[in-house]
């Protein structure tokens, strides 16, 4: 952990915490659905091209990411001293490593519930997967941090259009619009570790290849993605009136979204290649919800429906953690029911809620049951003034 401060911090932007809290929760949710059999269409992530509510969750956070690397690196007047380096270096290891730990956390967990020994469990790193959600934030992030700290004035503006138009060359000259293994991201991610370190997903046709949502080439747009909600960070810091923070939040997020929409009949719109037109057509909604959430949290006074999500706001990476081991351990530590062996998120889902609320809402209390857990850690620190950085 990076750091851990007591006592209120109220340099804080709420409807930051907010908008990231509700991106915590919303992750947390898809993540942990009572059966990936019987998950409602909204909260599944679009197959392929397209987008969904829940292909909104992960790139809102890296878009509040950037937001907030603005906000944290203004503090050192974004010089690129010995310490900011190593402060930016520090925090990208850490949440990489995190990430890894996790993974391997899941494969020990499964083979400790397959009937393994613990050593056996445990040494599984020829099909640790390297990358994911964790590795994509740190990778992201201490790429788009040095890039603010070296690079002066409208450079950042064209690294971000070098990024997304360079990109988009490489999807369309190597296969990166089809979803096979002949796709560019795969082609390097098996390059660089071989199928055995990558995600596994399903075409429509039914047949499994190696092709990495979190893939390292996909890294590279996502870098624009943080940078652009650093650029937007920018235009909160140099505006101090809430109502003219709305207005260009709703004015530039409004061009990013259209000028997406537009771009995808020619780049489609696709998460797991995090396409241009994905970053720019998030990074607008994500401009216009955070303008929205100052409007009523700022303006309007609205505030106590977002005590919940708040508690999400302060310690997101710390609860989005905790979330994974939790998830892991209710879907692997087993015990003997009516004759037979179920884990303790089968017994919930199975047992408890599936028999009288049906597949699909039971599938979906299962979940709004695990956010509430999560949330319940996460109130812990929030009402002891604890905010754990990572």
Known sequence: MNRVTTGTES????????IRGITI???????NPGSWSSVYTPLRHAHWHGLTPTDLVFPFFMFIMGVSTYLSLR?????????????????????????????WFGQLMRGLAAGESLAIA????????????L??????????????????????????????????????FGNGYEMSEANIIAVVDRALWGTAHMYKDTTPEGVRIALDPEGLLSTLPSIAHVLIGFLFGKVI?????????????????TLLAFSGLLLQY???????????????????????MLGLLIWIIDIRKKKRWNRFFHAFGVNPLVIYLFAGVMANLLSSIR???????????????????????GDYFGSLLFALLFITLCWLFGYILYKKNIYIKL
């Open 135 to 172: 590795q994509r934030l740190a990778l992201a992030y201490g790429f788009a941090a040095l890039a603010v700290v070296l690079m002066k004035g409208k450079q950042l503006h064209w690294l971000i259009g070098i990024l997304l138009l360079g990109y988009h060359l490489l999807l369309r």
């Open 266 to 288: 020619g780049c489609p719109i696709n998460k797991k290649i995090w396409s241009p037109s994905f970053v720019l057509t998030t990074t607008g909604f994500a401009a216009q």
């Open 11 to 18: 340099s804080r932007l709420l409807s930051l915490d907010i």
């Open 122 to 133: 445990a040494s599984h790193f020829d099909t640790l997967r390297i990358l994911g959600v």
């Open 25 to 31: 929760a919303g992750m947390i949710m898809v993540n």
């Open 335 to 357: 015990f003997g029911w009516q004759g037979e062996v179920i884990s303790i998120k089968g017994f919930a889902y199975e047992v408890l809620l599936r028999p009288w609320a």
């Open 75 to 103: 503090k050192f007047n974004f010089e690129p001293t010995p310490a900011v380096i190593w402060k930016i270096m520090r925090r990208t290891i850490l949440i990489f490593v995190i990430g890894l730990a996790l993974g």
């Open 237 to 253: 810091a140099e505006h101090k009136d809430n109502h003219k923070r709305v207005e260009k939040l709703l004015i530039w997020g």
